[in-house]
C-alpha cells in the first residue's frame, strides 16, 4: 500500500465512523442513564434516513420542497437536522407510552418492548415508504470531490469526518457545562440517588431519549447521500453501534467517538489490504470485514473489561430488588402436562403439523431454558447463545455426513461439542460482568457464525448443509416428537434439579452476593464458568435435536436473530420463574406460525402483540399468571 | 374426512384409477412460500405475477376441469422456519405440490424436504446453481436461470474485449462466491492472459464503498466483474462514479440491468456496463406484449422481473398438471421432465437432465434516459445456450 491510498483509506474511514460514533452516542447516552438496552436504535438511524429523503425529495412535504428549499445546501441541511428532530419525538412517543410504564420490570425487560418496536416500525416502514431502494441524492453544493494526494475524496465525507467532533463537543458541553449535563452524569452513577434528592426522574428520562433518538436519526439522515434508505438499515446498524458502545466504554461518550473511529478504520483497511499471501496461503482481508468490529471487541474486552474509557459500574443495589428464589414445579403440575404432551400424537394421528410445531416448541423451550439459566440463577445475561445451539447443530450434522456416524451417536455427542465451545469462549466471558459479559458472548457467537459462513469446504458456507435426516425408526414424525420431547424434558428437569443442588445455590449465592459468597468459599468465577458450559451443553441438545428435525441446517441457527429469539422467549415468559421460558418459547414460536399465516404485516401485529404483552404482564407470562394466580379470593384466604 | 378424501385420491390416481367425482369439483392447492418481509423489493412483483397467473390460468377454465388456488405463507426467512411451513402446507393445507422460495439456502432446504416427502417442488428464484446440479434431486425443478447461467452469458462479451487485469467485487456468501469463481474459470478458458489483480468480498447489505472503490482503483484494473445488487450496488455505483473508478474501465455486473435493482439509481445509473436484466418496456414479442398489457391492467404499475418469475411459475405449475393428467407426484415429476411451455419470455424447457429450466436473460448495456437507468444493446440469451456441456452436468449431478 502506498502512502497515497494510505492516507485516502484513513479518511475512508473517519467517514464511515462519523455516523457510527453518533449513533453509538445516543445508545450510550440512553444506557448510561435509563439502563435499557435499545434495540430499536437501528429503527431510528433508519427512520433518520427515510425521513430525510422525503423530506428533501419533496414526497409528502410539497410545501417543505417549493419553499427555496429543494435540492438546494440550505434544503439538505434543513431535511437533516429535520428528520433528526422527528425521530428524537419518535423515541419520547416510544419512551413516554411504553417504556415508562415498565421502568420496574426486572432488568433487561424493556430490551424485549424495543424489540417489538423494531419489528412495528419495520413494518411501518414498508408500508410507508414501499419494498424499493431509496437513493438520495448527492449532497448539494458538496456533491464532488477535493483531490488529495492524487485520490479523488468525496466533499461530503471531508464533511462528515468534520461533523463528528463537532457533535461530539456539543455533547461533551452539554454533559459538562449544563445542569441538565449534570443530572445525566449523575443518574448514570446513581440514579436512585437522582431521584431521592427530588429530580424529576421521568422528565430526566425522556430528555435523555430525545437526545439519545435525535442522534441516531442525525446519524441516519446524514448517510442520505452515501446510502439508500432500505428496511434492512436497521439489523445492520444496531449490532456495530452496541459493539462501538461497549468497546469504548458504556457511558461513555469520548469513549464512543474513539471506538467508532478504530471500527471504521479497521473495516477501512482490511478492504484497503485485501487479499494477501502468507507463506503461500491465501488470506482475504476483505471477507474479514464480515465480522473485524467482533474480533476487534473480543481483544478489547478481554485486555480491558470496562472498554477502552469505560469504568466499572459504580452503585448496583440489585440484591435489594432480586427475585425471590422460583419454586421447583411439583410433580401434580408437571406429570399430567407431560403425558398429555406424550398422548398428542396417539389422540390426533393425522395431525402431522401439529406434531412438527410442538417439536420445534419442545426444542426451543429446552434453549430458552439453558439460557434463563445463566440469565436467572447465574446472573449473566448472554446475546450469543445460539452459538451452542448452532455449533451442535453443525457438529451432529458434521459427524453425520462427514464422519459417517449413526445419526443417534452424532446426536449425543452434539452437546459434548457445544459444551466444549461453551468451556472455551466461557473462560473469557465470565471474568467480566453485566452487559460487557453479554456482549463479549455476542462476540465470540459472531466469529463462530462467521466461520461457519465462511467455511465452504467444511461447512458449506452460506447454503448450509442438507440431507440430515434421521433414521427410519426415527423418520416418522411422532417418532421423532416422542425422542424430542423426552430428550427436552430430561434436559430441563437435570437444569432445574441442578438449581436446587448446592450447585445451584452457589449460583444464587455468586449472584446476589459476590462479596459475600467469595468469603464463604464459593468460588464464584469458577461455578459461572461451570454454569456457562453447562447451559452451552444443554444449549447444545437443543441445537442438534433442531438439525435433524428439519433436515437442513444454515448458518442462521448461530446467528444473532437465534439468540435475540431466546432472549426474547425468556424475557416474555418471565425472567424470575422456572417455567417462564417453557411458556415463553410456546407463545413465541405459536404467534410467529400463527400470525404469518393469517396477516400480511405478521411482523408488526407480532410486535403488537408481543407490546401489549409486555405492558400487561412486566413479570413475563408466567410471572404475571403466577400473580393472578395468588389473588385469587381462596388462595387469599388460605395464605 | 378431507384428508381421507385426497389420500383416497392420491392412491387412486397412483393405482391408474378414474378420480372420484367429488374431488374434481374442488380446486387443485398448490403451495407457495416465500421470503416476502426479507426480500420485498423482489417479491412483491413476483406476488402480483402469480396472483395475475393465477387469475388467467382460471379465466381460461382451470386445469384438468378444476381452479387452481395458491396456498401462500410467508417462510420467515431462515431454512428452519421454511421447512415447518412447508410441512404445514403438505399435512394441513393438503397442497398437491409445493412451489416458490428465494434465497438459495431455504431453496435448497426445502428441495431436500421435498426429496424427503417425495413430493414435487419448483424453486422459482433461487439462484444457486447446487440446487440443480451437485446438491440436485429428482423432485426439485427450478426456473431461473442460474449464477452460472448468467455469468456465462456475460462472458462473451468480456471476451471480446481482450481486457489482460481484471477486478473482482462480490456480496460474500455463496451466490457472489460461485458468481465470481464462474466467471474467472469461464473467462480464463478462453482468454488465458486474463488475469485478477483484485478481489473485494462485501459483507451483504454493508458493503463499505468507499474504501472498496479505493482498493479497486488503487489496483489498476482495466474491467471489474461485479456480483453486487440491491443497496450494495447503490452505494458501489455511487462512490464510484463520485471517485472516477469507473473512467476507462469496462464492468460487468450480473443482474444489475432488473428492473429491482436499476431502477432506484436513477439518473446515477452507470453507463456502458454490461449487465443482465429485463428491459420491460422495449420488449416486443408478442408473448411479452399480451403479458405486459394484462399486467399493467390490473396493477396500473408496470412488471420488474420478478413478476414474470411469478407468472412463469404458475405456468410451469399449470402445464405440468396438465401434461401429468393427475395429482400423482411420480406423474407430476416425470411431466415435469423435459416440460416445454410458453412464458413471457418465450418457450422455455425443463431439461430432464439437470431439470433447470431454459428459460434465458437479456444482456445489453446500461444507459441513461429521461433520468432513469435503462438497458441498450440488449438481446435475449436463450438459457440453454449458456448451459456447460451434458458430460460435465452428468459429472456434477448426483444420480438418483
Aim: charged fraction near 15%; glycine fraction near 10%.
Amino acid at each position: 500500500m502506498t502512502f497515497a491510498s494510505f492516507i485516502a483509506q484513513l479518511l475512508n474511514g473517519l467517514a464511515g465512523a462519523s455516523s457510527l460514533f453518533m449513533v453509538a452516542a445516543g445508545l450510550s447516552l440512553i444506557f448510561g442513564v435509563t439502563r435499557i438496552v435499545n434495540f430499536a436504535h437501528g429503527s431510528l438511524y433508519m427512520l433518520g434516513l427515510y425521513g430525510a429523503y422525503t423530506l428533501l425529495e419533496g414526497l409528502v412535504t410539497p410545501l417543505f420542497a417549493f419553499g427555496g428549499f429543494g435540492r438546494t445546501s440550505l434544503g439538505f441541511w434543513a431535511a437533516v437536522v429535520l428528520s433528526a428532530l422527528l425521530v428524537g419525538l419518535v423515541g419520547v412517543a416510544i419512551e413516554v407510552l411504553i417504556l415508562r410504564r415498565i421502568y420496574h420490570a426486572p432488568e433487561l425487560f424493556q430490551l424485549l418492548a424495543t424489540f417489538a418496536v423494531v419489528l412495528v416500525i419495520k413494518d411501518i416502514a414498508l408500508a410507508i415508504w414501499g419494498p424499493e431502494d431509496l437513493v438520495g441524492p448527492r449532497a448539494p453544493g458538496l456533491d464532488s470531490t477535493v483531490v488529495i494526494l492524487d485520490r479523488h475524496v468525496p466533499q461530503y465525507d471531508l464533511a462528515l469526518i468534520v461533523i463528528a467532533p463537532l457533535v461530539l463537543l456539543a455533547l461533551w458541553l452539554a454533559l459538562t457545562r449544563t445542569r441538565w449535563g449534570a443530572l445525566v452524569r449523575a443518574a448514570t452513577q446513581d440514579r436512585e440517588m437522582v431521584g431521592a434528592l427530588g429530580v424529576n426522574e421521568a422528565w430526566l428520562f425522556t430528555g435523555v431519549f430525545f437526545i439519545g433518538s435525535v442522534l441516531a436519526g442525525l446519524g441516519g439522515a446524514l448517510q442520505l447521500p452515501r446510502e439508500p434508505a432500505h428496511l434492512g438499515l436497521d439489523l445492520a446498524l444496531i449490532a456495530d453501534a452496541f459493539v462501538v458502545t461497549v468497546v469504548g466504554g458504556l457511558g461513555s461518550v469520548p469513549g464512543a467517538f474513539l471506538a467508532a473511529i478504530l471500527i471504521g478504520v479497521v473495516k477501512a483497511f482490511c478492504v484497503a489490504i485485501g487479499t494477501q499471501e502468507f507463506v503461500g496461503l491465501e488470506v482475504s482481508f476483505s471477507r474479514l470485514t464480515l465480522v473485524v468490529e467482533f474480533l476487534v471487541m473480543a481483544v478489547v474486552l478481554i485486555v480491558r473489561p470496562y472498554g477502552l474509557l469505560g469504568r466499572p459500574p459504580a452503585t448496583q443495589r440489585l440484591a435489594a430488588e432480586s427475585a425471590s428464589p422460583p419454586r421447583l414445579p411439583r410433580w401434580p403440575a408437571w406429570a399430567p402436562a407431560l403425558v398429555l404432551l406424550a398422548l398428542v400424537p396417539l389422540a390426533m394421528p393425522s395431525d402431522r403439523y401439529l406434531l412438527v410445531l410442538l417439536t420445534d416448541i419442545f426444542i426451543f423451550a429446552l434453549f430458552a431454558v439453558s439460557l434463563h439459566v445463566l440469565m436467572g440463577p447465574s446472573g449473566m445475561v448472554s446475546f450469543g447463545h445460539a452459538a451452542y445451539f448452532g455449533i451442535a447443530a453443525y457438529a451432529a450434522a458434521l459427524m453425520l455426513k462427514r464422519a459417517a456416524l449413526p445419526m443417534e451417536v452424532s446426536l449425543l455427542l452434539a452437546p459434548v461439542a457445544a459444551g466444549g465451545f461453551a468451556l472455551l469462549f466461557g473462560w473469557f466471558c465470565v471474568r467480566l460482568s453485566g452487559v460487557y459479559l453479554a456482549m463479549l458472548t455476542l462476540a465470540f457467537a459472531q466469529i463462530a457464525w462467521s466461520v461457519i459462513f465462511q467455511w465452504d469446504s467444511f461447512t458449506g458456507g452460506s447454503n448450509g448443509m442438507i440431507g440430515i435426516w434421521p433414521p427410519s425408526w426415527l423418520a416418522s414424525k411422532s417418532a421423532y416428537y416422542w425422542l424430542a420431547l423426552a430428550l427436552c424434558a430430561l434436559g430441563i428437569a437435570f437444569l432445574w434439579r441442578m438449581l436446587y443442588a448446592p450447585f445451584g445455590y452457589s449460583l444464587r449465592a455468586g449472584r446476589d452476593s459476590p462479596l459475600r459468597a467469595e468469603a464463604i468459599g464459593i468460588n464464584v468465577r469458577r461455578q459461572q464458568w461451570f454454569a456457562f458450559t453447562v447451559a452451552g451443553a444443554l444449549a447444545g441438545l437443543a441445537g442438534g435435536l433442531y438439525a435433524f428435525s428439519k433436515g437442513s441446517i444454515s448458518p442462521e441457527l448461530s446467528s444473532i436473530a437465534q439468540s435475540t429469539d431466546a432472549l426474547v422467549m425468556v424475557l416474555l415468559g418471565g425472567v424470575q420463574t422456572l417455567t417462564g421460558p417453557v411458556a415463553g418459547a410456546g407463545v413465541f414460536t405459536w404467534l410467529k406460525d400463527e400470525l404469518a399465516r393469517h396477516t400480511e404485516f405478521w411482523r408488526a401485529m407480532l410486535g403488537l402483540v408481543i407490546l401489549a404483552l409486555v405492558l400487561l404482564f412486566p413479570q413475563g407470562i408466567a410471572g404475571g399468571a403466577r400473580l393472578l394466580w395468588d389473588r385469587l379470593p381462596w388462595r387469599r384466604q388460605t395464605a | 374426512m378431507k384428508r381421507r378424501t385426497v389420500l383416497a385420491l392420491a392412491s387412486g390416481a397412483a393405482a391408474g384409477l378414474a378420480l372420484p367425482v367429488r374431488a374434481q369439483q374442488g380446486a387443485i392447492k398448490l403451495g407457495e412460500l416465500n421470503s416476502y418481509k426479507v426480500f420485498p423489493a423482489f417479491l412483491e412483483p413476483y406476488r402480483k405475477g402469480w396472483e395475475l397467473a393465477v387469475e388467467e390460468v382460471n379465466a381460461a377454465g382451470g386445469v384438468l376441469g378444476r381452479k387452481l388456488e395458491i396456498v401462500s405463507r410467508d417462510d420467515g426467512g431462515t431454512p428452519g422456519d421454511a421447512v415447518r411451513v412447508a410441512e404445514e402446507l403438505l399435512s394441513r393445507e393438503q397442497v398437491s405440490f409445493l412451489l416458490g422460495t428465494f434465497a438459495s439456502h431455504i431453496g435448497l432446504a426445502v428441495s431436500d424436504f421435498a426429496r424427503q416427502r417425495k413430493t414435487l417442488f419448483i424453486a422459482a428464484e433461487p439462484l444457486t446453481d447446487k440446487i440443480v446440479w451437485d446438491q440436485g434431486n429428482q423432485y426439485t425443478f427450478r426456473l431461473r436461470p442460474s449464477t452460472y447461467m448468467q455469468t456465462a452469458m456475460l462472458v462473451p462479451d468480456a471476451v471480446k474485449l481482450k481486457k489482460k487485469r481484471w477486478a473482482a467485487v462480490y456480496p460474500n456468501y455463496e451466490y457472489g462466491q460461485s458468481a465470481t469463481a464462474a466467471f474467472k474459470k469461464l473467462l480464463q478458458a478462453q482468454q488465458p492472459d486474463a488475469s485478477f489483480v483484485a478481489e473485494q468480498a462485501a459483507p451483504l447489505g454493508k458493503i463499505e464503498a468507499g474504501a472498496v472503490a479505493q482498493a479497486l482503483a488503487d489496483a489498476k484494473p482495466e474491467a471489474i466483474f461485479s456480483s453486487l445488487f440491491g443497496a450494495d450496488l447503490a452505494k458501489f455505483v455511487r462512490e464510484g462514479n463520485q471517485r472516477g473508478l469507473f473512467k476507462g474501465i469496462e464492468v460487468f455486473n450480473l443482474l444489475a440491468g432488473e428492473p429491482e435493482y436499476l431502477d432506484p439509481l436513477k439518473e446515477e445509473a452507470p453507463k456502458g456496463w454490461y449487465v443482465t436484466g429485463y428491459p420491460w418496456n422495449e420488449i416486443k414479442t408478442p408473448e411479452h406484449t399480451k403479458f405486459l398489457k394484462a399486467y399493467q391492467a390490473k396493477y396500473n404499475d408496470y412488471p420488474r422481473l420478478g413478476s414474470v418469475v411469478g407468472y412463469s411459475t404458475i405456468l410451469s405449475a399449470a402445464a405440468a398438471i396438465k401434461k401429468a393428467g393427475a395429482l400423482d407426484q411420480e406423474k407430476l415429476v416425470a411431466a415435469m421432465s423435459g416440460l416445454s411451455h410458453g412464458t413471457p419470455f418465450g418457450d422455455i424447457t425443463y431439461r430432464a437432465l439437470d431439470h433447470q429450466s431454459t428459460m434465458g436473460a437479456y444482456v445489453g448495456r446500461l444507459d441513461v434516459k429521461d433520468g432513469k437507468g435503462v438497458m441498450v444493446d440488449w438481446r435475449y440469451v436463450d438459457g440453454k445456450d449458456a448451459l456447460p456441456p451434458d458430460a460435465e452436468v452428468r459429472r456434477m449431478r448426483p444420480t438418483n
